[in-house]
């Protein structure tokens, strides 16, 4: 099974902080990550696919690089409505799809 | 816009078999080569994925629960189904149905999701 490992677990943000959430993966999958934000009692959304692309009517403060084994999710000013949890998910492996254990940011 | 609804029994006895049905609105399990899938979440985890169905037939289950893990679909009724056997307390979670992307390549891209189901395993 690929591993999905993010880093940090949590992390203490203010309001128009540029945020930086890391995930690698446990061998090379190419740029077949996608990112879901799940705020806190919601369901998980989808904001990145393919590694970089953003999906349809997600805010164009989010964006997303990586190919490899390295991936990055950037909110390059964080608004009120962010502070969630975020996850990365690999979708290499044909039907055999994992995430990452997940990202909190908190108020600082 | 495609709204994903699940139903089912919120409380299930250890060892019997959980069964969940993903009722898909304004849009068809049966067209656009879309994979649907089933994803869990236990109280204060992560995400896992349970397994994918594709409208064909076929159904994918994740590797480690394939054995107690089975996916079906009802294109007359647009639905989709996951049953689970010899549930333990390890089962407990909030369960989603999610659409995953067009084509094999798309289909671990879940766009849209319902809004979830909880279930408990407890005697």
């Known amino acids: 099974d690929i591993q999905m490992t993010q880093s940090p677990s949590s992390l203490y943000v203010s309001v128009g902080d540029r945020v930086t959430i890391t995930c690698r993966a446990s061998?090379?999958?190419?740029?077949?990550v996608n990112w879901y934000q799940q705020e806190p009692g919601k369901v998980p959304k989808l904001l990145i696919y393919?590694?970089?692309n953003l999906q349809s009517g997600v805010p164009s403060r989010f964006s997303g690089s990586g190919s490899g084994t390295d991936f990055t999710l950037t909110i390059s000013s964080l608004q009120p409505e962010d502070f969630a949890t975020y996850y990365c998910?690999?979708?290499?492996?044909?039907?055999?799809?994992?995430f990452g254990q997940g990202t909190k940011l908190e108020i600082k | 816009q495609l709204q994903l609804q699940e139903s089912g029994p919120g409380l299930v006895k250890p060892s019997e078999t959980l069964s969940l049905t993903c009722t898909v609105f304004?849009?068809?399990?049966?067209?656009?080569?879309?994979?649907w899938a089933w994803i869990r979440q236990p109280p204060g985890k992560g995400l896992e994925w349970i397994g994918s169905?594709?409208?064909?037939?076929?159904?994918y289950p994740s590797p480690s629960l394939k054995s107690r893990v089975n996916i079906l679909g009802d294109t007359s009724k647009n639905q989709f189904s996951l049953t689970l056997t010899s549930v333990t307390a390890a089962d407990t979670a909030l369960y989603y149905c999610?659409?995953?992307?067009?084509?094999?390549?798309?289909?671990?891209?879940?766009?849209?999701w319902g809004q979830g189901t909880r279930v408990t395993v407890s005697s």
């Open positions: 999610a659409r995953g992307g067009r084509g094999l390549r798309d289909a671990g891209r879940f766009d849209y």
């Open positions: 304004d849009g068809s399990i049966s067209s656009g080569n879309y994979y």
């Open positions: 169905f594709y409208s064909g037939g076929s159904a």
């Open positions: 061998q090379t999958i190419g740029t077949y």
């Open positions: 393919g590694a970089s």
């Open positions: 998910q690999q979708s290499y492996t044909t039907l055999m799809f994992t």
